[in-house]
Structures are given as structure tokens and as C-alpha cells.
């Protein structure tokens, strides 16, 4: 990515909490879905989103389309300030900006033929007459790798990958420059998995849409993405260059985390150095004072649990580490992993 | 090494109003001691539905299990009556699932549960139930086992039920774990944490584990062996080792290579062109012809047998050859 690179889509401090009433007497409580999160999007590039599941990463992506409304902070799009846009301005706003899900089973409505689906953006953003709006569906599902024939069928009568073509066509309709991507693969199996993620790649060489990608799919996220964000617990935790981060990951949540992602090679299996984190993600609801990491850290220290750290740079990245960066660090002798706290 | 279970020939069909789908055609494999086999494939490729079988679990209606012999601790486990097979189901083959809530009842506790297999399958006194049900909590590395004995599975996370569920299935220490996608449903560090919690109590009790997985990663790490099942089929069977370095049938093939993902950064993906068959339209050679870049004439219109192209290794292809490619 060159630095000059024009930014397409901003988030500043972006917060988004969530109050949740557990009892009629019982005071309210609020889920720290995102804290603070700081990232840019440039033309053409792919920005990767990882984490486990609670870390905020389906939120973020929810906010950043304004499906949900922020607590706090800014959503620039292609220079524009969208945070509070109203209707009006959210509809012109999605003509640049298009998510696609998950469930393709969820996500296309089943009453409507696939040619439905996939003029009605077309029919919201462009004023063609019937011809020309068919002739429009007709070449993006052939973008998408569909055949003519499709125009007339139903979402039951289409297998998970052939739905999530037409989720992609879909989303395209509008000539958006960015596309969120929520776990687009994630329901797909491993051979159809690899179409879709060529056709994401193949769109983006061509009409160069930038993309942010969201998954816990560890390796395919370093083969789709230009940059990775770590989340954990409503931050980011490491933002990197993907091939730096290939290298070196310096955050001990990001080590613990890419080391456990298994590998599909035998031969790597025995001599991986896996670390396997004590316990599970603390709950939204009262994350950890200090470092939010502190409670499943290997290497926490006293200063770990009293002072929350802050998005620095280290090296080549950004890191939310006291200690990451510093020679020696990780120490040499890992403390083994303690017994599970509950 | 001896055969833990030896499965012969099984086939399971399931009437549909559309018509029969062969979940499973004649599928042939042993587990020895102590060893893990995979069971590797796609959705629909009957992985699953091969798990069912072995303790007779397949619904029927719509399902049955028309062919097949089950050799398990000198029993065929397909003649078994009702109650005989009860019998080893839970005590000497157990059984693990993906969604761990759903195999849980929500209305006991965790006590009561575990409590309930100790009880029915081992004969235990009431007096040594609770203290039994800690020490179980504790094996599968539950934090505080005694408060969380007392807890109810919506109290618990999701991998802390998983965890429950394989203290479940450990109570009688059985034979053979079956793992129906163990992990598929858990966080990344998580997985690292119940797959490894498997490895250990497997070694400590020398069980047989039958894992059933979609996912290449979990098979390359965990099994000795792996079957590669195609539309209900078997297409390749070997070592593990020996099936990542020097994959024989084409579908094994393209599966790996579409799993090479951060080996081909910038590159596209390999991918494997079109779907899998519908199980109405099963084409009439090899199903996987439709999708295979080395398909020729014969492929499409006959089905290619098992054959051993080395020994351990048999594969469901005309053009596999004996010696690697």
C-alpha cells in the first residue's frame, strides 16, 4: 500500500455500548462492545478483522454500515462525515458502501426470484427502464460466475455458494468502492470456500473495491488481506502490515492466538510451539480493569492489571502492549500457561 | 495391532419424497487401539451419518441401514436388540457432538447429568456419585469443580460444555470416542484447548477415537489415520502423513490445495470448480468426474472400485497410479 493511497473509509474512536436490565431492580449494566476503535481504509486494499467471538468484530462491521448506531466516535466515508446521517443521506451513503453476510441462507430473501434480488438496488440507485435494469442483472451475475438461467429461480433452489454469488451481485449493484465482508465464507465448505474468496479477490483486481474483511479464518485472512486487525474484548490489540505480521507478531494475545489455529500439514503439527491460553474471554460485561488481556496473559505483571495500555507503535505496527516491542519480550522462559481460572 | 471396531460394507439409505439418498454406500474401515481415525469430507458427504450408524442412531424412519456389519468387541453391533445396544452405547462407545447445549439437558444440573451415567451404566452407589462427578470435572480440567457440578449447562461457556459433555462421555471410560466435529462450534484458543484435553485423556485411558471433521487442520494435528469421503463414498484412505505429502485421488488433492491458504499470499486460491452432486442426480461413473480436472471417458460412466495403490492406501480412482506422481 502506498501512503498516498486515497482513505475511503475512516473510523475514529468508535464506541458502541450496549445497556442491558437484568432485573426490574437490578442496575443496569452496559456490554463494551467496542472501545475506542481507530482504523482507515484505503482504495483498493483489503483490512482484515480478527478475533473470537465477542471481541466486537460483527459489531464493528454493524456500525461501520450504520445498522447500529454508535455510542460514540466518527464514521467518515470517502471524506464524508456519515455518523449521523439520516435516512436521505444513509441511501446515497450505501451506493458506496455494501456489506455482505455470513448466512446466505439469512440474508436473501426467499419469496424473491434471484432477478429480484439483485435489481432492487438497482432499482433504488439508478433510474433504468425494465430492459436495461435486466440487462444490468443479467451481467452481474455473470460477474459473479451465474448463468442467465439463474435471473428466474429462488434462494431454495441455490446450493450456500451459489447464494453467496448472488449476495456479492447483489452488493455490487450499487458500484460501491467499499464492501464489508462478515465472515463471507465461514458457513461455505472448504472447495466452495476458495471460489468465492477468488471471485472477492477477482472483483477487487478489476473495479478495485476495497474491502474489510472480518473472520476468525486465521489463514485465509492472511492470504485475502493487504492489513490485520487483532481484536480483543472491543479493541484492537495489533494492527499490521499482513506480511510483518506473518513474520512476527508481537502482542501475546495475537502469538497465542495464530499459534493455536491448526495447520493443515502434518509434518508441522508435532514441532509447532502452540500456546495454549488458560481459560476463555472474559465477559463484555465487566471487562478486565488494566490490560484487558491481563487474565489469560502468560507474561502479565503488576503494572498489567492497574494501567490500561494504549494503541503505540512498535516496530512496524501498532500494538496495545506494555512490554510487546521491548527486547527480551516475550522472556525466553514461558511461564507455563496457568491452571484454568473460573 | 488389534481392531478396536471393523466396520464391513455399511451402507445407509434415507426415503425422501424426492427419492432415496445414499448417505452412505458400502464403507469398510477398522480403528485399532488407541489409534485416532478421521473421517474427513464436505456437508453431504455422509461423515456424519457414518458416526450415527455405529450406534445405531440413524432415524428411522426416513433413515436405515441396509448393509453393514459392525464387529465390536465380538458382537455385531447391527444385530443387536434394542436393549443390548443401549448397553454399549454411552458405557463402551461414547459418543461427543458438535453442539454441546443440545446433548445437554437444561433442566439438571451438571451433577445430575454426569450423575445420571455413573448411575445407569456403572451401578454407582448414590453416597459416591458426587464425589465421582467432581473428580470427572476435574480430569477434563473444569475450574472449581465443586461449585460447577452444581451448575446448569446455560450457566456454563461454551467450551466449559463441551468440556462437561466429554466428562460424560469418559464416566465409563469407554472403548471408543466418537467425535462428531468436536471443535467446529469453538473460539480458535479454545479448540487448541479441547483438542489438546482429548489427546491427553486418550492417551492416559488408551482409548480408540473416531473423529468426525470437516476441517483439515484439526485431521492433520490430531488422527494417525484419515478416510476422505466423497458423496457418501469412500475415495482415499491412509496415514495422515502419508495423505498430506502425496495425496492420490484428485478430491484429496484439491482439498488440500484449497486449504494452502497463507502459502499462496497474493496468488488465487486452487479451487475446486462446481458442487457436489445433488443426491438425486448422482451422475452415473465416478461422482466426483463432474469436478475432476483428470476426469476421462471411463470416469463418466463407470464407478471406479477401492483399490490399494500402496499398501494401506486404497483409493477410488482409475487414474491414481502405484507410484507418486
Request: hydrophobic share 45%.
Amino acid at each position: 500500500m502506498t501512503p498516498v493511497a486515497e482513505t475511503v473509509l475512516e473510523a475514529r474512536d468508535l464506541v458502541k455500548h450496549f445497556p442491558v436490565k437484568e432485573g426490574l431492580f437490578a442496575p443496569a449494566r452496559v456490554v463494551h462492545a467496542l472501545d475506542g476503535i481507530n482504523l482507515t481504509l484505503a482504495r483498493g486494499e483489503t483490512l482484515a478483522i480478527v478475533g473470537e467471538s465477542g471481541c466486537g468484530k460483527s459489531t464493528l462491521a454493524k456500525c461501520l454500515m450504520r445498522l447500529e448506531e454508535p455510542t460514540g466516535g466518527r464514521i467518515v466515508v470517502l471524506g464524508e462525515d456519515v455518523t449521523h446521517a439520516g435516512k436521505r443521506a444513509l441511501r446515497g451513503l450505501r451506493r458506496h458502501l455494501q456489506i455482505v453476510f455470513q448466512d446466505p441462507y439469512a440474508s436473501l430473501n426467499p419469496r424473491w426470484s434471484i432477478g429480484a434480488i439483485v435489481a432492487d438496488p438497482i432499482r433504488l440507485h439508478e433510474s433504468l427502464d425494465r430492459r436495461a435494469r435486466r440487462d444490468k442483472v443479467i451481467e452481474l451475475l455473470r460477474t459473479v460466475g451465474l448463468g442467465p438461467e439463474f435471473v428466474e429461480r429462488h434462494p431454495h433452489e441455490l446450493s450456500g455458494g451459489q447464494r453467496q454469488r448472488v449476495a456479492i451481485a447483489r452488493a455490487l449493484a450499487a458500484g460501491p468502492s467499499i464492501i464489508i465482508c462478515d465472515e463471507p465464507v465461514s458457513a461455505l465448505d472448504v472447495s466452495i470456500q476458495a471460489q468465492v474468496i477468488n471471485l472477492l479477490k477477482r472483483l477487487q483486481r478489476d473495479l478495485g473495491i476495497a474491502y474489510v474483511f472480518i473472520s476468525h479464518d486465521l489463514a485465509l485472512v492472511q492470504h485475502i488481506s493487504d492489513r490485520i486487525a487483532v481484536m480483543y474484548l472491543g479493541e484492537i490489540i495489533e494492527i499490521a502490515d499482513t506480511r510483518a505480521l506473518r513474520q512476527r507478531r508481537l502482542h501475546p494475545y495475537t502469538q497465542a492466538l495464530f499459534s493455536a489455529a491448526p495447520v493443515a500439514d502434518p509434518k508441522l503439527a508435532g514441532s509447532k510451539n502452540r500456546i495454549i491460553l488458560a481459560g476463555e474471554v472474559p465477559s463484555p460485561l465487566d471487562p478486565p480493569a488494566g490490560c484487558r488481556f491481563h487474565t489469560r496473559c502468560p507474561y502479565a505483571e503488576a503494572r498489567c492489571r492497574a494501567e490500561a495500555p494504549p494503541l503505540r507503535a512498535a516496530e512496524d505496527r501498532l500494538v496495545r502492549c506494555h512490554f510487546a516491542g521491548e527486547s527480551g519480550f516475550p522472556p525466553a522462559r514461558v511461564r507455563p500457561a496457568r491452571e484454568i481460572e473460573s | 495391532m488389534s481392531a478396536v471396531i471393523e466396520v464391513w460394507d455399511l451402507s445407509v439409505h434415507f426415503r425422501t419424497t424426492l427419492g432415496v439418498v445414499r448417505a452412505v454406500e458400502g464403507l469398510s474401515f477398522a480403528i485399532g487401539e488407541g489409534e485416532t481415525m478421521a473421517i474427513v469430507g464436505e456437508s453431504g458427504s455422509g461423515k456424519s451419518t457414518v458416526a450415527h450408524a455405529l450406534l445405531r442412531l440413524v432415524p428411522d424412519p426416513p433413515g436405515k441401514i441396509v448393509a453393514g456389519h459392525v464387529r465390536f468387541e465380538d458382537q455385531n453391533l447391527l444385530d443387536l436388540s434394542d436393549a443390548a445396544i443401549r448397553h454399549v452405547r454411552g458405557r463402551r462407545i461414547a459418543m461427543i457432538f458438535q453442539d454441546a447445549m443440545a446433548a445437554l439437558n437444561p433442566v439438571f444440573t451438571v451433577e445430575r447429568q454426569i450423575g445420571e451415567v455413573l448411575r445407569l451404566h456403572l451401578g454407582l452407589a448414590p453416597d459416591r456419585i458426587a464425589a465421582e462427578v467432581v473428580e470427572l470435572l476435574r480430569l477434563v480440567g473444569v475450574p472449581a469443580p465443586e461449585a460447577r457440578a452444581r451448575q446448569y449447562p446455560h450457566n456454563l461457556s461454551g467450551g466449559m460444555r463441551q468440556r462437561v459433555m466429554i466428562a460424560m462421555a469418559l464416566a465409563c471410560r469407554p472403548k471408543l470416542l466418537i467425535a462428531d466435529e468436536p471443535t467446529t462450534a469453538l473460539d480458535v484458543t479454545v479448540q487448541a484447548q479441547v483438542l489438546d484435553l482429548i489427546q491427553s485423556l486418550k492417551a492416559r485411558f488408551g482409548m480408540a477415537v473416531l473423529l468426525i471433521t470437516h476441517d483439515l487442520g484439526v485431521v492433520a494435528e490430531t488422527a494417525h489415520r484419515v478416510i476422505v469421503m466423497y458423496a457418501g463414498r469412500k475415495v482415499e484412505e491412509g496415514a495422515v502423513t502419508d495423505i498430506f505429502a502425496d495425496p492420490r485421488h484428485p478430491y484429496t488433492r484439491g482439498l488440500l490445495e484449497a486449504a494452502k491458504r497463507e502459502e499462496t499470499e497474493g496468488a488465487f486460491l486452487r479451487e475446486i470448480p462446481g458442487t457436489v452432486p445433488s443426491p438425486f442426480e448422482m451422475p452415473k461413473g465416478c461422482s466426483f468426474a463432474p469436478r475432476c480436472p483428470d476426469a476421462f471417458d471411463r470416469c463418466r460412466m463407470e464407478m471406479p472400485e477401492l483399490r490399494d495403490v500402496a499398501p494401506g492406501r486404497p483409493v477410488a480412482c482409475f487414474a491414481a497410479q502405484g507410484a507418486s506422481r
